[in-house]
Every structure is written in C-alpha cells, then in structure tokens.
C-alpha cells in the first residue's frame, strides 16, 4: 500500500524554476547526529519529512519524543514496527534530547 | 549549488535551539529572533530562514515587518504534507465542488478568471504557531520566531458566488477544502479544512494572484483559500476539491491539531493540560517591530524612525504604543492604513536616542474593540505553542 516517493534529489537544479514548467524544490542535507538507530531513524522517518523537520523541534523530553512517534503510527498511519518505535525514540532522545524523561 | 553551502544552511536552521528548563507552571519569552536566512534560495523565494526542505517550511526575516506588503518572495512558507505536484498544466487546472450541491461543478482556471466576478482583499496570513519558540517548556512542532506571517493583496472570486452557481441543497452544512498535496503513504488523512457555512462571508476568496502576479508555487499555485482574519491553517493551498456536507466529518488538522484550551486565558501548564479544547480560528491583535532590528549599532542623538506593522483579524487597529523605558510609558506611533482591516497596520515611531549603551523599543497594538497586546511573561503558556502576541521587543546599542 506504500506509495513511492521519491525522496532525496540532490540535484544542483535550478533554483529558481519557472512554476509553469517543472519545478524543483532544493535538497537540503541536514546535519543530523549518527549514533546508534540511525538506520531505523531514516527509514522511517525520511519518508514523509526531512531532518530538518526533527532537528527544528529543539531538545526535547523522551516523552515527547515517543508521543511525536506514536502520533506518525496513529495519525498520520506510518508504518513504523513496535520494534523501530523503541529504536527511534531511544535514538532522538539520546541526540536531540533534554535529558528529562516527562 | 556546493554541497558546503548546504551544510551552511543546515547549521544556520538548527543553530541557536533554546535550551530548556522544565517549568511546571510554562513560562513565555521573547521568541527567538537570532536566527540568520540560508545561503540557498527556494524556487520564486529569495534566500529565507530555512528549518525543512521537504515539506518546505521558510521563515521570513524580521525586515519584511518593515513594510505593509510582504514581498512575494519573501513571504513565509509552510506546508504539512511532503508530495506536493511540481508541475500543475494551468490548461487543464480544475477546482471541483460536489457533495450537497444542486449542481457539480467543475471550473477551469480560464472560467474561474472570466465567468465570475473578480475581487481583491489585502489580508494578514499569519501560522497559528508563529512565535512558537517563545514557549518554556517547549511547546511540539517547528520553533518559529516572529516571521511565520505576511500581508499581500490576495485576488480572486468570493466563494459565495462559486457556491451559488453550484446551489446549496437544503441540509448543506459544512464546506471541507482539499488541496494537491498528498502525504507518502495513501493512509495518511489529507490537509483537509472545514468551515460551517455561517463562517462565510464575502471576503472568503478562492485566490488565484498575489500582490499582481500568479500565486508563488510555494504559497499555493495556481489557488489557494483566503479567509481574512484566519490563521493560515484554514487557507488551504493548491485548492482543488470543495466538498459540501451535512455532517462534520472527524479531521485530524481540525480535531487533534491547531487546537488550544477552550478557557479565557487559552493557557494550561505542561503538568495539567486543559480540556476541553477548541480550534484556532480568528487571530488576537499582534504587532512586530521591522526596524531596527536586535543588534543593532545606532548613533547617538541621530534621527531613529522606529518602524513595523500591527493586525488583528478584522476589526482593526485603533493604535501602537511604543515604549523605550521597559513599557512605564507609552508613547504613540504614527499609523499608516491605506489597505483595510485585514491588512498590516503599518507604524512609524521616531525617536532621539540620547543616552549611550543598550536601549529597548518595545511595540504595543491595540485594536477597535480595546484588546491589546500583553507582556510576553504575562501569555499564558499552551503545549501547541499557539496564538503568541507577546508586547515586541527590540535591543539596539547607541553608539
């Protein structure tokens, strides 16, 4: 039921397309931390948003980062596996977290 | 583009990311303004403050507050959805409205310009979260500062006349709007915004120019929703369906999101979250100082003209106060308003600095029914982030 997108077009393109014609809109590489769950992080999330979108959040509590997960699986549907929910969360919390749990 | 300047913008956006202090009770702040525009510029869009690519989320700088217009390129982007169509055949381009209608109908870009009556309204679109990351603890969703908001002059045909072509049967109640923009999986719900029909009126537009050009592809091509006085997550881009219906259908960007505590403050504490909730609608009485801006070196005993822009959503602004001595006194700034009540208020304030060091201007609206803007420190705090009006603030040094 996946519907393909085509993600990640690091093109030089032409930045300011004509909206008649073809547009491309830049690929931005964000400067995401590596670390353990790394993968999982980018399976699953690189789908529908950049790491822009995780990055601009600030640093947040391990509950609000398993709330962010849990809102993808029951609102917006990701298919993401209990397994991933824990890797993903473990991993955002161990980078982009505030150090509290709540 | 090099791939050192992509690292570039990618560090500007994530740089300078409050850090936080757990508060039980939510405190609010200035918003953070230290943010710098990307060395890369979007498609139509001059370089803007950059936090995501896909959905694209951009960020105007400060200076646009200088001005009542907000430049096409420069105007603030925010979508919600990552597949948005590259390429729209403008021949071929049409808006649907079906449901509970007498007649569907079906109206190309060329009839909808031709066969109707042509408007205009200037009108403020401002994010329900703007000035998001003035919230402490942090409030979820991207960490705004000041410039998820703009005025242009939106031109287009009013949505009551496209609904009286099509007839409203007798139990038509609710008007959901969908645009192109589709999520990655099929399962997703859409960006899909509903009104009751009494929230219509004439100035609610379907949109197809802005300040005299084509809607930039970013804001909208080739339509979008103009509902004045809205917060934007109503305005919904690259409209293409209207569906009529007699019943409320449950949406998660009405229901889940953009929502804030359904009591007078609209405020609640991270430990105790409020219930029930309502959705934002109508935007509170706001203004922000476009010049000069945090950092700034002025000269001492020279000539300052203070300005920026105020709004609410419709009544209108009666004045701005500007204080230069932590708001003990209020003094008040000359008032521009040639483009009506939805539009920016522009305002000019001038001042002598004659003392040497930091000096603050802060900048307070007040509307036609006597609301006006409170303190930072005095917002209540929501876990959306939504609805910040804090007094502005800006810190120079005289020289």
Not at chain 1, 40 to 55: D, K, P, T
Not at chain 2, 13 to 23: D, E, F, K, N, R
Not at chain 2, 137 to 153: D, E, R, T, V, Y
Request: with cysteine.
């Amino acid at each position: 039921m996946k519907k393909l997108l085509l993600i990640a077009i690091l093109s030089a393109g032409s930045l300011f397309a004509q909206v008649k014609g073809d547009i491309e809109v830049p690929y931005i590489s964000y400067q995401i931390k590596m670390g353990k769950g790394f993968d999982a992080v980018q399976a699953n999330c690189l789908m529908c948003h950049s790491f822009g979108y995780i990055i601009n959040q600030g640093p947040q509590s391990r509950e609000f980062w398993h709330k962010k997960i849990e809102k993808m699986i029951v609102h917006f549907k990701a298919p993401i596996t209990k397994e991933d929910e824990k890797i993903v969360t473990d991993y955002l919390f161990k980078h982009y977290g505030n150090g509290k749990l709540k | 583009m090099k791939r050192r300047e992509f690292l570039k913008t990618s560090m500007a956006a994530s740089a300078a990311i409050l850090g936080t202090t757990a508060l039980s009770a939510g405190e609010t702040h200035q918003p953070i303004d230290t943010r710098k525009v990307s060395d890369m510029a979007f498609p139509e869009k001059r370089p803007l403050i950059t936090y995501s690519d896909r959905p694209p989320l951009l960020e105007s700088p400060r200076s646009t507050f200088a001005r009542g217009i907000t430049e096409n390129d420069e105007f603030f982007v925010r979508w919600h959805l990552p597949d948005i169509p590259t390429y729209i055949d403008t021949d071929s381009f049409t808006i649907k409205i079906d449901g509970l209608v007498e007649k569907e109908l079906e109206i190309s870009l060329k009839e909808l310009k031709n066969d109707f009556e042509q408007v205009e309204v200037t009108a403020v679109l401002q994010c329900g979260g703007n000035s998001r990351s003035a919230f402490t603890p942090i409030a979820g969703g991207i960490q705004w500062g000041s410039g998820a908001m703009g005025c242009a002059k939106w031109k287009g045909v009013r949505l009551s006349d496209i609904l009286n072509r099509a007839g409203l049967k007798k139990d038509a109640h609710w008007i959901g709007f969908n645009g192109k923009d589709n999520a990655a999986y099929y399962e997703t719900p859409n960006f899909v915004r509903e009104l009751e029909i009494e929230e219509l009126n004439d100035h609610v537009i379907i949109a197809y120019e802005m300040n005299g050009e084509d809607l930039p592809y970013l804001n909208g091509f080739p339509l979008r929703l103009v509902i004045p006085g809205y917060y934007s997550d109503s305005w919904v881009k690259m409209l293409s369906n209207i569906t009529v219906t007699n019943k409320y259908k449950s949406l998660f960007f009405m229901d889940v999101a953009y929502r804030v505590p359904d009591n007078k403050c609209e405020c609640e504490t991270p430990k105790h979250k409020f219930k029930p909730t309502k959705p934002i609608t109508n935007m509170n009485v706001k203004s922000v100082i476009g010049y000069p801006e945090n950092g700034m070196k002025l000269y001492h005993n020279s000539h300052v003209v203070v300005r920026g822009v105020a709004f609410d959503d419709g009544h209108g602004i009666r004045e701005v106060l500007v204080s230069v001595n932590g708001g003990k006194t209020w003094e008040k700034a000359e008032l521009k308003q040639e483009n009506g009540r939805y539009a920016y208020t522009e305002f000019r304030y001038s001042y002598k600095p004659t003392k040497y060091g930091k000096l603050t201007f802060m900048a307070k609206a007040v509307n036609r029914l006597g609301d006006e803007q409170p303190f930072a420190k005095d917002i209540g705090w929501n876990h959306g982030g939504y609805k910040y009006n804090g007094i502005d603030e800006v810190t120079v040094e005289v020289v």
